[in-house]
């Protein structure tokens, strides 16, 4: 017995050395001895507050770039409550899985007109929820497979292989539409007999002497562009990433576009404020069909601040001219928040807007 005992004794020895061995391998390979004394002695002299903070903000140097693990998607609601797309970006952050970055992207502005015919409305609607439908199945059975490793920051190397993947899945249904085009055999045409113009069609076509009969012109809508069902998810897609990619440098994202530009980030300019106050155009009801939208556009020496109280105060001062000429009824809005009276002429909405400058100072 004492010759057995003596034999596990030794094995666990050896188990033991052999274990110890490779934690120091271990170690040594990645590094973590040198760095520790380092970071042991200059946290000694700064001696801070937080010490583990101290420690976690060091290491936090050395950790893996976060990585895509999975991209999901599903059907949201945008800001005028129509259906959209919304995507979120999920890597590895320090071993573990997060949810790094979530985008609603906002619906285009829709081809049918409010005054529009019913049959049109409801037939892009249900073009846009195919189209939704469409992208979440591409996000979920390949797209997130594609994007799984990738290091979120390479912005253009993602948003390539979205174009890319699109191009290639559009060249691929434009080729089985032109095979099954092809496999169609062309139905013969009818044949129609040429038509004889009566004796009083070509008395009234030249009853009188000099003038021609006026022709109504027609002229046909454009066609719209074809696009792939689903290939919305492109820009939903490189939002998600643009903001994933914000979050893991942590800079505000106007700061990080700037730097995947290698632009100057001294200096920043915000935009001009541009605010469509009055809605007018061929869905209005009043005539005044050649002006869509009567905009505001502050001084560009005025700030970002100034110029929105300045438009909050015109808005307000016109709606409540509405108010109390018209009642309620009469401060119609639209979706976008622009007020829709009824107008006959451009002077009108003009005079509406110098009257409430005026008014403002």
């Known amino acids: 017995m004492a010759a057995v005992n003596d034999k596990k004794s030794e094995k666990s020895k050896q188990d033991y050395y052999d274990t110890k061995q490779q934690a120091m391998e271990y170690y040594s390979e990645n590094g973590v001895p040198i760095k520790m004394e380092e970071i042991l002695n200059s946290m000694f002299y700064d001696n801070p507050y937080d010490v583990y903070g101290y420690l976690a903000n060091y290491f936090e140097k050395y950790a893996k770039t976060p990585s895509i693990t999975k991209i999901k998607s599903r059907t949201a609601l945008d800001s005028r409550g129509q259906p959209s797309l919304q995507t979120s970006v999920y890597c590895t952050v320090k071993n573990i899985e997060k949810c790094l970055a979530t985008v609603v992207s906002s619906n285009p502005q829709p081809h049918v007109l409010d005054n529009g015919k019913t049959e049109d409305k409801e037939k892009e609607e249900q073009e846009r929820k195919e189209d939704i439908e469409a992208g979440i199945e591409l996000i979920e059975s390949e797209i997130s497979e594609k994007l799984k490793e990738l290091d979120p920051c390479h912005q253009q190397e993602i948003d390539q292989l979205l174009y890319d993947f699109i191009s290639q899945k559009k060249a691929e249904k434009d080729a089985e539409a032109s095979s099954n085009d092809e496999n169609k055999s062309p139905s013969p045409q009818p044949a129609v007999p040429p038509s004889v113009d009566s004796p009083s069609k070509k008395k009234l076509a030249s009853g009188k002497k000099g003038k021609a009969a006026s022709v109504?012109?027609?002229?046909?809508?454009?066609?719209?562009?074809?696009?792939?069902?689903?290939?919305?998810?492109?820009?939903?897609?490189?939002?998600?990433?643009?903001?994933?990619?914000?979050?893991?440098?942590?800079?505000?994202?106007?700061?990080?576009?700037?730097?995947?530009?290698?632009?100057?980030?001294?200096?920043?300019?915000?935009?001009?404020?541009?605010?469509?106050?009055?809605?007018?155009?061929?869905?209005?009801?009043?005539k005044l069909k050649c002006v869509k939208e009567f905009m505001l556009i502050p001084k560009p020496s005025m700030s970002v601040s100034e110029a929105m109280n300045y438009i909050q105060e015109i808005y307000n001062h016109i709606g409540k001219s509405f108010l109390h000429k018209s009642g309620v009824s009469g401060r119609y809005v639209n979706d976008i928040g622009a007020l829709c009276p009824i107008l006959e002429k451009v002077e009108q909405g003009l005079d509406l807007l110098q009257e409430a400058i005026t008014s403002v100072g």
């Open 216 to 286: 109504i012109i027609v002229v046909p809508d454009e066609p719209r562009e074809g696009f792939l069902s689903g290939s919305s998810i492109v820009s939903s897609l490189s939002q998600a990433i643009c903001c994933t990619g914000a979050s893991i440098s942590n800079q505000p994202l106007y700061q990080y576009i700037a730097s995947l530009f290698n632009k100057s980030t001294d200096k920043y300019h915000l935009p001009l404020p541009m605010t469509t106050i009055l809605q007018a155009g061929k869905a209005s009801s009043g």
